[in-house]
């Protein structure tokens, strides 16, 4: 069985710019969060889709933003990129909300130069 | 809401040695815990968890890990280490009720040295 697949692994912007980064779950898997990791915050929860709603979100600006697909594919945006945003973003699909085992993409990591 | 200390930043342990990887917890619930372990330019993956039951619990890679609640703490250990241990670690946890997301600690950078 596939695992979690993010695109683009890799991204370099301007600051100013927005980005999507996309995320297709495990196969089966209705459940996507989204993560950012930094050196200095560590891994911090950015938000929750199950069945195409948003069910729980972390402590980020509205500059952050994501969607799902019916077919259980997510996307996060990024708008008015600023230099703290530069991040490894990690997506975790799993069955269904609240269930306890998620299963992590590879990342993809965003520079903001 | 819960919380995650991971008491070491790094440690560095000679190959074939045993290691001990400190967590503690805090929160006001029961909770699941979890490791998980990142090699570098991956993500992150499920190491051991701890759901119920027996306290001590077995993972990949020859890991396992000891829920002590009255520590609040999950500890993970391997009693002899290799190369390809080196990589970050993270614990975690996730309260049984409701719909909240994994919480993690900040991570402890295992280095094996030859």
Request: hydrophobic residues 30%.
């Given at each position: 069985?596939?695992?979690?697949?993010?695109?683009?692994?890799?991204?370099?912007?301007?600051?100013?710019?927005?980005?999507?980064?996309?995320?297709?779950?495990?196969?089966?898997?209705?459940?996507?969060?989204?993560?950012?990791?930094?050196?200095?915050q560590g891994l911090q929860f950015l938000f929750e889709y199950f069945s195409e709603t948003q069910?729980?979100?972390?402590?980020?600006?509205?500059?952050?933003?994501?969607?799902?697909?019916?077919?259980?594919?997510?996307?996060?945006?990024?708008?008015?990129?600023?230099?703290?945003?530069?991040?490894?973003?990690?997506?975790?699909?799993?069955?269904?909300?609240?269930?306890?085992?998620?299963?992590?993409?590879?990342?993809?990591?965003?520079?903001?130069? | 809401?819960?919380?995650?200390?991971?008491?070491?930043?790094?440690?560095?342990?000679?190959?074939?040695?045993?290691?001990?990887?400190?967590?503690?917890?805090?929160?006001?619930?029961?909770?699941?815990?979890?490791?998980?372990?990142?090699?570098?330019?991956?993500?992150?993956?499920?190491?051991?968890?701890?759901?119920?039951?027996?306290t001590l619990v077995k993972g990949i890679n020859g890991f396992e890990a000891e829920f002590n609640?009255?520590?609040?703490?999950?500890?993970?250990?391997?009693?002899?280490?290799?190369?390809?241990?080196?990589?970050?670690?993270?614990?975690?946890?996730?309260?049984?009720?409701?719909?909240?997301?994994?919480?993690?600690?900040?991570?402890?950078?295992?280095?094996?040295?030859?």
């Amino acid at each position: 069985k596939a695992g979690v697949t993010q695109t683009p692994r890799y991204l370099i912007k301007t600051r100013g710019q927005q980005v999507t980064l996309s995320c297709s779950p495990i196969s089966g898997h209705r459940s996507v969060s989204w993560y950012q990791q930094t050196p200095g915050q560590g891994l911090q929860f950015l938000f929750e889709y199950f069945s195409e709603t948003q069910r729980n979100k972390g402590n980020f600006p509205g500059r952050f933003s994501g969607r799902q697909f019916s077919n259980s594919r997510s996307e996060m945006n990024v708008s008015t990129l600023e230099l703290g945003d530069s991040a490894l973003y990690l997506c975790a699909s799993s069955l269904v909300t609240g269930f306890y085992e998620q299963y992590f993409g590879p990342g993809t990591r965003l520079t903001v130069t | 809401a819960q919380s995650v200390t991971q008491l070491d930043s790094q440690v560095p342990v000679f190959e074939e040695a045993p290691v001990e990887l400190r967590c503690n917890y805090s929160s006001s619930v029961s909770v699941y815990l979890f490791w998980y372990v990142q090699y570098p330019n991956q993500g992150l993956q499920l190491l051991l968890k701890y759901l119920s039951g027996s306290t001590l619990v077995k993972g990949i890679n020859g890991f396992e890990a000891e829920f002590n609640k009255s520590q609040t703490s999950f500890h993970l250990r391997k009693p002899s280490v290799h190369i390809s241990d080196t990589a970050e670690y993270f614990c975690a946890v996730r309260s049984h009720s409701g719909n909240t997301p994994l919480v993690f600690g900040k991570g402890t950078r295992l280095s094996v040295i030859a």
